[in-house]
């Protein structure tokens, strides 16, 4: 029987003092191998709380893609074959890892990403912003998202491929982009989210941060369509 794919979960974290703990003892170890938390330079006690937890802690600069990037590097230094991406809040539920991961142990996708369900964070302008990019993905390359949800897995050689760039709010847009452009075979998959377990959100939870997700979002948009067009 063929070894099953090493896992690597990356969480992004700043300020999650309150809930990166519960989060990290939730996720299966039997399915993930490693669990790293990448700090953008917290001020709350999220590091240690991430350690006491179980997690390798690598702290870097703001910027949630610069984050993603190096959880990355993380995982490829410890051999792992597939990238889990989730939020440390606890609006991505560790309990739905199985269901997301099960496609790519089966073979049966090479990107799957959560599309939220139940009662979540999610504003109505977070909603429709996600819907709205997401059908323009769809006529520009067949493939339609409902959702710009952070749960999502890929294989790393599939990461690698997609020459992934964006260093702040708009790496999840990315790599729903370049897969789509890739021709990747792709599964939105409906999941349980839940509301954060403690604190604030940073994109939500002001007007300044949703604003400034928005323009990153955007710029990040036009920028690979731009590349499509060249």
Not at 105 to 111: I, K, L, P, Q, W
Not at 167 to 187: C, D, F, I, K, P
């Amino acid at each position: 029987m063929a070894a099953r794919p090493r896992v690597a979960a990356i969480i992004p974290v700043i300020d999650e003092e309150g809930a990166i703990g519960m989060v990290i003892r939730a996720i299966p170890r039997e399915l993930v191998e490693n669990v790293i938390a990448v700090d953008g330079g917290s001020r709350d006690r999220t590091v240690e709380a991430a350690r006491a937890a179980g997690a390798v802690v690598v702290e870097t600069g703001r910027g949630y893609g610069r984050a993603c990037a190096a959880g990355v590097r993380a995982a490829e230094e410890r051999s792992a074959d597939i990238l889990l991406f989730l939020d440390g809040d606890g609006g991505d539920r560790p309990e739905a890892i199985p269901a997301l991961l099960a496609p790519l142990f089966e073979g049966r996708a090479d990107f799957v990403i959560a599309a939220r369900t139940g009662d979540s964070d999610l504003g109505v302008h977070q909603k429709l912003a996600g819907r709205l990019i997401g059908f323009l993905i769809g006529r520009l390359w067949g493939v339609s998202y409902s959702d710009m949800c952070a749960f999502r897995a890929i294989g790393v050689e599939t990461l690698r491929r997609l020459d992934m760039r964006e260093m702040t709010y708009g790496w999840n847009l990315e790599m729903q982009m370049r897969a789509a452009r890739s021709g990747l075979r792709v599964l939105e998959l409906p999941l349980p989210a839940g509301r954060r377990l403690a604190g604030r959100s940073k994109v939500a939870g002001t007007l300044k941060g949703s604003l400034k997700a928005g323009a990153r979002i955007a710029a990040t948009f036009l920028r690979i369509l731009f590349e499509r067009r060249r």
